[in-house]
């Protein structure tokens, strides 16, 4: 079973780029960069919180579940 991020599909949809995303959120382009890899193990639900309104989204829209 895996998490899947698809956090670099929604920055496509919204035309914006990690570095933005970055400065709205509050942490580095790298951390954005390690997280749309998927080589994070855990995001805190309030980063999670500020990248779903910086992006006007859902978790469920950045995050999926594949067995």
Do not use: H, W
């Not at 951390?31 to 978790?59: H, M, W, Y």
């Amino acid at each position: 079973m895996a998490i899947i991020v698809t956090l670099d599909v929604m920055l496509a949809k919204r035309k914006m780029q990690s570095r933005t995303l970055a400065e709205a959120v509050g942490i580095t382009e790298q951390n954005i960069s390690l997280l749309k890899s998927g080589k994070v193990k855990g995001i805190r639900f309030e980063t999670l919180q500020k990248i779903c309104e910086a992006l006007d989204c859902q978790p469920a829209d950045i995050l999926t579940y594949e067995k």
